[in-house]
């Protein structure tokens, strides 16, 4: 790991994308509280889109992302119950060069504080594609702030001290 100036934090490039059957532009409230507080914590959101619950359709544009050079972080909202319809992690884990364990370990330990044993039924992952970082969440607004609460904040900050994912994606060649 290189040494990095403690001072400055990086900005990073995000992507948010919203999986639902239900939602529109008009009332995608966690997908809008997602780009408005990485827009508030400093980061840039240069990509945004709304998605049926489709297997195929959330890889495409998720697929599209990774290649896309301009887009560092793909945050999803929904698509990870377990209902039926819900196929965000079918859609996401095929695409991943890496997956991050811990973080749907963390996200629903987190989570149990907040909904009890229901946090059972979320199937929030993480993982890196192609120098892409990408975070499945719940499509909950609650949902979503609990994760960037207690993970996404400091794992997105390069100052975040002893490790984050910003500084990977700093030494990774995809910086901006």
Not at 78 to 87: K, V
């Amino acid at each position: 790991m290189s040494e990095q100036n403690n001072d400055r934090k990086v900005s990073l490039a995000c992507a948010v994308l919203t999986v639902s059957d239900t939602r529109t532009a008009g009332n995608d409230t966690s997908g809008n509280w997602l780009a408005e507080t990485l827009a508030r914590d400093g980061h840039d959101c240069v990509r945004r889109d709304l998605v049926k619950d489709n297997i195929y359709l959330i890889r495409r544009i998720v697929s599209d992302w990774i290649a896309d050079p301009e887009v560092q972080v793909i945050v999803i909202t929904g698509g990870t119950g377990f209902s039926h319809r819900d196929s965000t992690p079918e859609a996401v884990t095929a695409l991943l060069d890496k997956e991050i364990p811990g973080f749907g370990e963390l996200f629903r330990h987190v989570s149990y504080q907040e909904i009890g044993s229901s946090t059972i039924q979320s199937r929030a992952l993480a993982g890196y594609a192609n120098d892409t970082l990408i975070f499945c969440l719940p499509g909950s607004t609650g949902a979503c702030e609990t994760a960037w609460k207690h993970i996404l904040r400091e794992q997105l900050d390069s100052r975040h001290k002893p490790c984050n994912f910003a500084t990977h994606l700093q030494n990774s060649g995809r910086s901006r």
